[in-house]
């Protein structure tokens, strides 16, 4: 008999277990409390302007990656167009230069010489430990859970050329590798982005070089949510259900099992498995009322690292910005005055201009944004008053702006939309614990480490995303919803099997 299936949540997680699902046989239907899929990978119109909350690269977008044949089998290869940036990121120094991370390495490595001749040899040996990196690629075929001694010994010979870069790089972080370079610039440069997580791994900011120079993590012409429609298009051709308004408060339980869902408005769904690939937090804790942790996961939540909330200042401007380059992070600003943001007196900046993709702002316009790492307990407390939290966002549009129209010119006279989204509205749409972007630090676990897709004593229970795939991102969440439905085959003793459009 075919099994039922709910899952929590239409992210890219939630549709991913769905579309799998559905490949599969079983029968699956999805709750979502926003009106359209995606999740945080989406995107919103303002005045003729559309704002993209998160799309920098999706790695996976050539065969270079074995994430592509994921996107292929959820129909993102075959619906859209993907643009390889130049640039990964410019980041300012005090003196005035830049420092530009180009995908193309031989270009990276001179231009990092050039400004630092003395560090010449550290440059040498990290341009050849990128190099390296460009053809380590993980299989993805089959979930880690269900690897058997064979995989690991196949995966043993893949990494084995790798070790020694792993070793020298992979415990590295920011903080340790600046200190290595003699010239003061480029200490300030590879510092600046990462602000207060100055123990961010460095590796964290070699994978994307390498994945950039191998041009698999373009960006999809249209944007987030665009592509987040593209799935969901998938799942529905599959012959799934998502209901859209619908917030779960409650997962049913019946003698420690899961049997169904509880939405706000009373409705109850029953299914044979419940899946969760909402926010962790709120699925342990609100929906199972924390009946079922252990120290574990307890000490996760209690102690973990999470990637901080973000505040998004956009601006859709009528000005083409075609003598700028086509950058994937944007660019790293440094002030000479400070501004005050939620308490803090910040330095720089990180600025996003979409000139690369014209789908997002009438033709020669352009929407730029400001992508600033901020954090939760202050917007939280400052929402309390409505009116100050409006003041306060009325206030940063206004000096940002200014600080946009010093290096830019009459920009502010070319300003026809402003947005300004912070942490609270985040967690309004998505539900995001404390408004974190992608969930749990990796570093807080080690690299690659996962954690339970099940918890202790529930049984015909799951959770998906990005809350249990430590490092976040686009691939992870749809990684693991085709991983959960690979364990329930095994389980149902099937063969799992996938489909392209
Ligand atoms: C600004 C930003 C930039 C990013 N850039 C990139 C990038 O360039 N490349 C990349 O790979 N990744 C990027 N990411 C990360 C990536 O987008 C996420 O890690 C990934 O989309 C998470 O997917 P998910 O399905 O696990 O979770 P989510 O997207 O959070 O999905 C959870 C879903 O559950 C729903 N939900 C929550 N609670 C309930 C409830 N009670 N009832 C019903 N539904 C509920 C939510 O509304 C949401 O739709 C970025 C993220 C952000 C925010």
């Known amino acids: 008999m075919q099994k039922s299936m709910i899952i929590i949540g239409a992210g890219i997680a939630g549709l991913s277990a769905g579309c799998y699902g559905q490949m599969n046989g079983y029968s699956t239907r999805i709750f979502e409390m926003h ?9 919103w119109k303002r005045k003729g302007y ?13 065969p270079a990656n074995s994430f592509y044949r ?18 990964y990121w410019s980041i300012e120094g005090s003196n005035g230069k830049s420092l530009v991370l180009y995908a193309d390495l031989g270009r990276l490595e001179s231009h990092m010489k050039e400004l630092a001749p003395e560090d010449s040899d550290f440059i040498a040996d990290f341009t050849k430990g990128l190099r390296k990196l460009n053809g380590f690629d993980m299989p993805v075929d089959k979930a880690p859970e269900l690897t058997n001694i064979f995989d690991k010994v196949k995966m043993l010979f893949m990494i084995l050329p790798y070790l020694g870069l792993m070793r020298k790089w992979g415990k590295m972080t920011v903080r340790q590798f600046t200190e290595r370079f003699k010239n003061p610039f480029m200490r300030e440069v590879f510092l600046a982005p990462v602000g207060d997580m100055k123990d961010f791994p460095i590796f964290a900011l070699m994978m994307p070089l ?30 799934g259900k998502v209901d859209y308004k619908s917030p779960v408060v409650k997962i049913l339980v019946e003698d420690d099992k899961a049997v ?10 029953r299914a044979d498995i419940i899946i969760s690939a909402a926010d962790g937090h709120t699925t342990i804790f609100d929906m199972l009322e924390g ?6 996961i307890k000490g996760y939540y209690d102690n973990f690292s999470l990637f901080p909330p973000l505040l998004h200042v956009a601006y859709g401007v009528a000005r083409t910005f075609t003598e700028l380059p086509h950058s994937v992070s944007g660019f790293n600003l ?30 020669g316009k352009t929407v730029l944004k400001f992508m600033i790492n901020t954090e ?33 010119p009459g920009l502010s006279e070319q300003v026809e939309m402003t947005d300004v989204a912070t942490p609270m509205t985040w967690v309004h749409y998505t539900g995001n614990w404390k408004g974190s972007y992608e969930g749990w630090m990796e570093m807080s676990l080690g690299f690659g480490k996962r954690m339970d897709k099940t918890l202790p004593g529930l049984d015909s229970f799951y959770m998906i995303g990005q809350w249990v795939e430590p490092g976040g991102g686009l691939p992870p969440a749809a990684q693991s919803g085709r991983n959960v439905i690979q364990i329930m085959c095994k389980r149902d003793k099937r063969k799992f099997v996938t489909t392209t459009p």
């Not at 994921?70 to 640039?87: A, R, Y």
């Not at 330095?347 to 201009?353: C, E, K, Q, S, Y």
Request: include cysteine.
């Open 334 to 363: 440094f002030l000479d005055e400070p501004i005050n943001i939620a308490g803090k007196e910040l330095t720089r900046l990180p600025l996003h201009v979409y000139n690369f993709d014209p789908s997002l702002a009438p033709k």
């Open 210 to 239: 390498a994945w950039l120079s191998q041009k698999t993590a373009g960006y999809p012409i249209g944007g987030s949510l665009e592509l987040s429609k593209t799935i969901e298009k998938r799942y529905l051709d599959l012959g």
């Open 260 to 269: 169904g869902i509880k939405l706000t408005n009373g409705d109850e769904h």
């Open 70 to 87: 994921i996107w292929e089998e959820l129909g993102i290869m075959q619906k859209h167009t993907f643009i390889d940036h130049e640039e």
């Open 291 to 296: 009946k079922y942790v252990d120290d574990k």
């Open 35 to 43: 009106t359209t899929p995606g999740g945080v990978c989406t995107s």
């Open 50 to 62: 559309t704002i993209d909350g998160c799309m920098h690269w999706l790695v996976g977008s050539s």
């Open 376 to 408: 939760w307990e202050y917007w939280s407390e400052l929402y309390k008053s409505r009116e100050r939290y409006k003041a306060e966002k009325e206030r940063l549009a206004k000096e940002l702006l200014n600080i946009l129209d010093k290096r830019y």
